[in-house]
């Protein structure tokens, strides 16, 4: 398994000729020893342009799991897993290379890509379930494909569709009914 420990030029350079050291921190109000590491790359930061990038390999048998750090803050979720492990764990277990920053960028991107494309989609179907957009139908009313994929086109959203003056608000409001769903197109 791969995971990751970022730091200064200096720092890093230290533990590829001494090893890691433990640090001291306090996390949740309990005091926590060792080393920091993900298993994500985790993002250059402008503002620290120094900062080298150590890719971590450990044998699978290396259970991490009692030193994992679990954050529960909901307004700002995590986007990867946190440890702090001994040092002495790494120091005889892991396999270390520095990767250089173009090696770092790559690595973030490929890992961050997924994920971006997942919360596109999250965003894309709540555009449809909303009524921004809509499944484009022929004048029969049959859902329109186009390499086996549904078309949509800009829907009237829920939030419009009661409006009096709207199209679908008369109809509504001439029925009585509540605005429906979006539907879903079927293949």
């Not at 390999?57 to 990867?80: A, G, N, S």
């Not at 997924?114 to 957009?133: I, T």
Request: proline content about 11%; glycine content about 6%; overall charge negative.
């Amino acid at each position: 398994m791969k995971y990751y420990h970022s730091g200064p030029a200096d720092e890093i350079q230290a533990i590829l000729r001494d090893g890691f050291t433990d640090i001291t921190a306090t996390i949740d109000g309990q005091l926590k020893r060792g080393v920091y590491i993900t298993d994500a790359p985790g993002e250059r930061d402008p503002a620290y342009p120094r900062d080298q990038l150590l890719e971590i390999t450990l044998p699978p048998e290396i259970d991490l799991r009692k030193w994992r750090l679990v954050f529960v803050i909901p307004e700002k979720p995590c986007r990867w897993s946190e440890w702090i492990v001994p040092s002495d764990r790494l120091n005889t277990n892991a396999r270390v290379r520095l990767l250089t920053s173009q090696e770092w960028e790559e690595l973030w991107v490929k890992y961050i890509a997924p994920r971006r494309a997942h919360e596109l989609m999250r965003a894309f179907d709540s555009l449809v379930r909303d009524g921004y957009l809509e499944a484009a139908r022929d004048a029969q009313g049959q859902p329109i494909y186009r390499r086996g994929e549904p078309i949509y086109r800009r829907g009237e959203p829920i939030c419009r569709r009661g409006e009096p003056g709207s199209e679908k608000g008369r109809q509504l409001e001439a029925s009585g009914q509540e605005p429906p769903p979006p539907p879903l197109p079927e293949q």
